[in-house]
């Protein structure tokens, strides 16, 4: 039994199995092919303290496709947000439920779920890593561009929040070259890029220059969720950062534009290169379906 808890944890091997397989598992269900059921007669935990739209329907949906049911725990409700410990959770539902999907604050209390629970364990969001949304955002690039070899991503926005974590790390396992355009104070700190410790992943505070050449322009929000009380201070440092027709000028001829979603338009996107690059950028919602499909289907396998 495996977990998927970070995109760090990682490698290229597991990253492009786990595309391959997503692909596979789309086909199959453009086909109506829906014979792949290695969650049957399981129950997997779904447990939510923060919002979500994508994350929470495409497993719900994904869990059901794989045979399974799922059951959507909400922090609010579990005894989890009246401080009962992870491990202590952990332990209890270890015993009655097959998997879990956890979307929280906290990478440390995902990994220390994992541990104690003994059963599957998938990361849908923490402060640290998005990684689910990165395997989608992969395979959008081969559907689109034909793959991640060669291709200039380049980050737009807060540099340090989870989904740009998580670049960070698929772009070290898997070589692409990766621009993070942040203002000062949201890029990676040099700490962590030091840790990480990839050639191919450079900072700039001009996001013109760094879009040049770009093949995938991608954002993520300004404000991530938890942030909000510093919203009015992040609005006037983001401005200029914006995914605009600015940046596509100086980007390759067929670049695509790609946003993890929620957007918010005139913010980090303008409206209009959003609903240019909507085809884009709502296939990569889908693809989020297909990506957690493939991930429960590759850690459950052998069970
Ligand atoms: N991109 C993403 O994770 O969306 P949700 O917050 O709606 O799940
Ligand atoms: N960085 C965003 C991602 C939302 C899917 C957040 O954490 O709110």
């Not at 439920?97 to 604050?105: E, K, P, T, Y």
């Not at 364990?121 to 959008?140: F, K, S, V």
């Not at 689109?144 to 060669?150: A, L, M, N, P, V």
Request: with cysteine.
């Amino acid at each position: 039994m495996k977990h998927f808890l970070s995109i760090e944890s990682s490698c290229r091997e597991e990253i492009e199995g786990l595309v391959e397989s997503a692909a596979e598992l789309k086909a199959a269900r453009v086909a109506g092919e829906l014979t792949m059921r290695p969650l049957e007669g399981q129950c997997w935990g779904m447990m939510f303290s923060k919002s979500s739209t994508r994350t929470r329907v495409s497993f719900e949906v994904g869990i059901g496709e794989l045979g399974g049911t799922a059951m959507f725990l909400s922090s609010r409700d579990l005894q989890l947000g009246r401080g009962e410990p992870i491990r202590d959770t952990a332990r209890v539902l270890g015993r009655m439920i097959h998997g879990a999907v956890i979307r929280n604050d906290s990478q440390t209390d995902i990994e220390e779920f994992a541990e104690y629970s003994g059963i599957p364990t998938i990361n849908a969001l923490t402060e640290m890593e998005h990684p689910c949304q990165i395997i989608a955002d992969l395979l959008t690039m081969c559907e689109r561009i034909g793959g991640w070899e060669e291709k200039k991503v380049v980050f737009v926005g807060d540099g340090d929040c989870n989904v740009a974590r998580s670049w960070v790390w698929a772009a070290k396992h898997l070589g692409f070259p990766l621009v993070i355009a942040s203002p000062a104070g949201f890029c990676p700190t040099d700490d962590y890029l030091a840790a990480v410790d990839a050639p191919n992943i450079s900072c700039s505070d001009d996001p013109v220059e760094a879009a040049s050449g770009a093949h995938v322009l991608y954002t993520d929000v300004w404000v991530s969720m938890g942030m909000e009380d510093e919203a009015a201070s992040r609005e006037q440092a983001f401005k200029g950062y914006q995914v605009d027709d600015r940046l596509l000028d100086v980007a390759q001829a067929d670049a695509i534009v790609m946003h993890c979603l929620p957007a918010y338009r005139g913010k980090e996107i303008s409206a209009d290169v959003l609903e240019k690059h909507a085809e884009t950028i709502f296939s990569e919602a889908e693809n989020r379906l297909h990506a957690q499909k493939a991930i429960m289907v590759s850690i459950t396998k052998g069970q």
